[in-house]
């Protein structure tokens, strides 16, 4: 299918700074002073607002911020059946920083059932008027990546592949079950193929016994049997990230060692590819992109900073990347999320505003 590009040309990945009232409730909530209902209505409001901030910029695409969330995988990932939250031993390492210890683990049969987030968009969809509402979650690829075998229980999934199977179909029952619920935008979230491009990532997967390029073979299909089928009129992006927490990253590395399968066999209808700085890399692996079919999304505006970019500069780089796909099947936006996690990143609200206006300035200057 091909997306009407006029609507899709300043694109947004999902999450936004955590506004103090939101922080705020959360601590209440957690404290025993308010309850759940009281929490929702405060989040509903924040929503309201983050939409109608989206709006004023000029998008035509809006998100509800991810401010019901604390992190932007955890939560969706235990609202499935056959999955467990826990404690671990240590966070995940970023360059410099740590997050809290959270992590997750297979304990029984993966089943989408009746997912809390599907009222989440249900409420997105009721306030965002003409506006594109786009429900973000984690990709199915991440529920695997980071535990591996070892976070799935073998009584439960003594075959992966039976495991792989059950993730995608998962995956394609919630597809349906977001469409029938008004969605016709759905973002996947993918750190993984970013990991399969760094040497010191692919590293650390075979120090554990598993082959990358293996994985990014089980990967594309597990992707490509979680969306075949599905309707026409229903778009799904793949936002391919180094990792975002507190304005640090995890891996490093050019698109390359994965182009070929990623954008050449995996049916997404838009890759949202971070180029922001030397470490993505250049734009070659773009002539991997289907000729007409699918869109990339340029994410070169950073969202760690709050320094503006220059817009001629930024510019330039859509033209050094039309060399190796069309311009016409290029949009832009920030590089990923303000906020992957509650934390959020540094910089202010004020700055993220200027970036989003900034994106929607450049795309209506270049297209």
């Not at 968009?121 to 990546?145: C, E, N, W």
């Not at 920030?334 to 540094?346: K, L």
């Amino acid at each position: 299918m091909q997306r009407d590009s006029a609507q899709y040309r300043a694109e947004v990945v999902g999450s936004f700074l955590r506004p103090a009232v939101i922080k705020q409730a959360r601590e209440q909530f957690q404290a025993g002073e308010i309850d759940a209902a009281a929490l929702r209505r405060i989040e509903d409001e924040a929503i309201r607002d983050v939409v109608a901030h989206q709006r004023s910029c000029g998008l035509k695409v809006v998100t509800d911020g991810e401010f019901r969330r604390a992190w932007w995988h955890f939560d969706f990932f235990e609202g499935l059946e056959g999955v467990e939250r826990y404690e671990a031993d240590q966070g995940i390492q970023f360059n410099g920083v740590q997050t809290k210890a959270h992590a997750v683990r297979i304990i029984g049969k993966l089943g989408f059932g009746n997912h809390p987030m599907l009222e989440d968009f249900r409420y997105l969809q009721s306030i965002s008027g003409d506006a594109i509402a786009k429900m973000t979650i984690p990709s199915p690829s991440v529920l695997h990546f980071r535990g591996g075998r070892k976070a799935i229980d073998a009584t439960v999934y003594p075959d992966m592949n039976t495991y792989f199977d059950d993730l995608a179909l998962t995956y394609r029952k919630a597809i349906k079950a977001f469409y029938d619920a008004g969605c016709r935008y759905l973002q996947l979230d993918d750190t993984v193929w970013a990991y399969l491009c760094s040497e010191d990532q692919k590293r650390q997967i075979r120090e554990r016994g598993e082959d990358p390029e293996e994985l990014a073979r089980t990967y594309a299909q597990v992707l490509n049997k979680a969306i075949e089928g599905k309707p026409d009129d229903l778009t799904i992006g793949l936002h391919v990230c180094r990792g975002n927490f507190r304005s640090t990253w995890i891996s490093e590395g050019g698109y390359e060692p994965v182009a070929e399968i990623l954008f050449g066999t995996v049916n997404i209808d838009a890759f949202f590819l971070e180029y922001d700085n030397e470490r993505s890399g250049g734009f070659e692996p773009l002539r991997f992109i289907k000729p007409g079919k699918q869109q990339v999304v340029l994410g070169l505006i950073t969202t760690k900073t709050g320094e503006l970019e220059n817009p001629e500069t930024v510019k330039k780089r859509i033209a050094e990347a039309a060399k190796f796909v069309s311009l016409d099947q290029i949009c832009l936006s920030p590089q990923c999320g303000f906020a992957s996690t509650e934390e959020g990143n540094n910089l202010t609200e004020a700055q993220q505003w200027a970036k989003l206006r900034l994106v929607v300035d450049i795309a209506n200057d270049v297209w």
